[in-house]
């Protein structure tokens, strides 16, 4: 059935390290991926997304990878910083373009601490 | 920047009452969703709502959920007679075509 699953449910690093946060997804079909960063007492918010027509795609300090063959995305954070503290989702779709194309199916989260 | 913003942020109730969770999605979107979170596990999908009509479902969203969009800026979510496993936090959502913004929450507690 579909699935996404987290490997690390926490991660600690260090203030200025690189963050590197992963995610199993076991529907073949998905189509669409999607990170989002959630504070305590605030909703999802989106951090970056991804077609499986690509296997990167960069943003501000981040970077997410998706590798098909082994349906798994991790995300990188460049420079983690206290503010980066959080609950990381990832997400997936397997309708993107049609009707269900919000319909997301979330991972259980990964918890980052940033130490100063 | 536009957001997504939901009332209450919290709400207590009795097993059995009714509840309407509150949103106004971003005012030039289209495609509106409530998501739940239990505490301590999975947003899970409950609802997808386009053109003024359920467009999606979740095993979740039974004949006790009903959503509305009553006029041209909100969009409710009813729980007709709560339960006590209706106890979660309640988000929000609306898009365009691309991503999802999410509001913050409406906490229900069901006592």
């Known amino acids: 059935g579909e699935s996404v699953g987290l490997h690390l449910p926490t991660l600690s690093v260090q203030e200025g390290d690189n963050s590197i946060i992963n995610c199993a997804y076991s529907?073949?079909?998905?189509?669409?991926f999607i990170w989002y960063k959630q504070e305590s007492g605030k909703g999802p918010q989106f951090i970056i997304d991804i077609r499986s027509n690509m296997d990167k795609r960069q943003g501000q300090r981040v970077t997410v990878l998706l590798n098909k063959t082994v349906k798994h995305l991790s995300l990188q954070i460049a420079a983690t910083q206290p503010g980066d503290s959080a609950v990381y989702f990832c997400?997936?779709?397997?309708?993107?373009?049609?009707?269900?194309?919000?319909?997301?199916?979330f991972g259980q989260g990964t918890i980052l601490t940033v130490h100063p | 920047e536009p957001e997504v913003t939901q009332t209450p942020s919290h709400q207590v109730t009795q097993m059995g009452q009714e509840v309407i969770l509150r949103c106004v999605p971003i005012?030039?979107?289209?495609?509106f969703y409530w998501y739940r979170q239990i505490l301590g596990q999975k947003v899970e999908f409950l609802v997808s709502?386009?053109?003024?009509?359920?467009?999606?479902k979740s095993e979740i969203f039974d004949d006790q959920f009903s959503v509305e969009r009553p006029d041209g800026s909100n969009f409710t979510l009813k729980i007709r007679s709560t339960k006590l496993e209706d106890s979660a936090m309640y988000f929000c959502?609306?898009?365009?075509?691309?991503?999802?913004?999410f509001g913050s929450g409406t906490q229900l507690s069901v006592l």
């Open positions: 959502a609306s898009s365009d075509w691309g991503k999802l913004f």
């Open positions: 529907n073949s079909a998905s189509d669409y």
């Open positions: 005012s030039n979107h289209l495609y």
């Open positions: 709502f386009y053109n003024n009509e359920i467009s999606e």
């Open positions: 997400a997936e779709n397997t309708n993107a373009g049609g009707t269900s194309y919000g319909k997301l199916t």
